[in-house]
C-alpha cells in the first residue's frame, strides 16, 4: 500500500511566524512531489511542486525534499490569516503500466492566528 | 480560459437512482481522474484515465462507472447510489498522468448527497 503521511493538525501558528508543514511518503521510487492548499468546500490548488533534493522557494513558500528519508515539506514565512486553510502534500507514484496519478495525504489543517 | 468543468455542483438525490457527474476539460489533457473526499479520510481516487477508451479502478472503484469515449469528457456513473456515496467529489486533468511541473488542474467539486 503506498501511503503519504501528514499530521492532520490543527497547526496554530501566530501572524508572522514560519509555519512548518511536513510528510512523509512510503514508496521510494516517488519522483515528484506536490503541495496543494484547500480552503473548506473548494478544489484544490497547487502552492509547489519539486521534485530534486533541496529546497525550492517560491514568494513565501518553500518546499525541501529529502528521498534518502522520504520526508517533504513546506514552509510559510510571515504568515497571513489568508494562509489559514488545509495544506495537502501529494506524491506521484508510478506503477509497471506509468503515472499512476497522484496520492494525497489527508492534509493539515493550519490556522493563522492574528 | 483553460479549465475542468464538473456539473452539477450540488446534487441530493435518493437511494438507488442513478445518476452522472459531468467532467470535461478544454486543456487536451490526456489523464483525467475522479476523487472523493471525505472528513478524516483525504483524497481518494475513484478511477482514473489515461487516454480514451483506457480507464482503470483506483483505490475506492466499488458502485462507481466511468467511461472514455472521447478525450475532453470523463463522467462519473452511479448506477444505484447508497447513502455511503456521500461526499465531496473532483474530477481533476493533466497532460502527464500528474506529472510536475503543474500536477492536476481540479474541477470545482460536486457535493452530493444520497439519502
Known amino acids: 500500500q503506498k501511503e503519504v503521511e501528514q499530521n492532520s493538525g490543527p497547526l496554530s501558528v501566530p501572524e508572522g511566524a514560519i509555519a512548518s508543514l511536513n510528510c512523509t511518503y512510503s514508496d521510494r521510487g516517488s519522483q515528484s512531489f506536490f503541495w496543494y492548499r484547500q480552503y473548506s468546500g473548494k478544489s484544490p490548488e497547487l502552492i509547489m511542486s519539486?521534485?530534486?533534493?533541496g529546497d525550492k522557494e517560491d514568494g513565501r513558500f518553500t518546499a525541501q525534499l529529502n528521498k534518502a528519508s522520504q520526508y517533504v515539506s513546506l514552509l510559510i514565512r510571515d504568515s497571513q490569516p489568508s494562509d489559514s486553510a488545509t495544506y495537502l502534500c501529494?506524491?506521484?507514484?508510478?506503477?509497471?503500466?506509468?503515472?499512476?496519478?497522484?496520492?494525497f495525504g489527508k492534509g493539515t489543517h493550519l490556522i493563522i492566528q492574528p | 480560459e483553460a479549465q475542468v468543468t464538473q456539473n452539477p455542483r450540488y446534487l441530493i438525490t435518493v437511494t438507488g437512482k442513478k445518476l452522472t457527474v459531468t467532467c470535461s476539460q478544454n486543456m487536451n489533457h490526456e489523464y483525467m481522474s475522479w476523487y472523493r473526499q471525505d472528513p478524516g479520510l483525504g483524497l481518494r481516487q475513484i478511477y482514473y484515465?489515461?487516454?480514451?477508451?483506457?480507464?482503470d479502478k483506483g483505490d475506492v472503484p466499488e458502485g462507481y462507472k466511468v467511461s472514455r469515449k472521447e478525450k475532453r469528457n470523463f463522467p462519473l456513473i452511479l448506477e444505484s447510489p447508497s447513502p455511503n456515496q456521500t461526499s465531496l467529489y473532483f474530477c481533476?486533468?493533466?497532460?502527464?498522468?500528474?506529472?510536475?511541473?503543474?500536477?492536476?488542474?481540479f474541477g470545482s467539486g460536486t457535493r452530493l448527497t444520497v439519502v
Open positions: 519539486i521534485y530534486s533534493n
Open positions: 484515465s489515461m487516454n480514451v477508451e483506457v480507464t
Open positions: 501529494a506524491v506521484l507514484m508510478y506503477s509497471g503500466g506509468g503515472a499512476d496519478g497522484l496520492t
Open positions: 481533476a486533468s493533466s497532460p502527464y498522468g500528474g506529472a510536475p511541473p503543474r500536477g492536476y488542474t
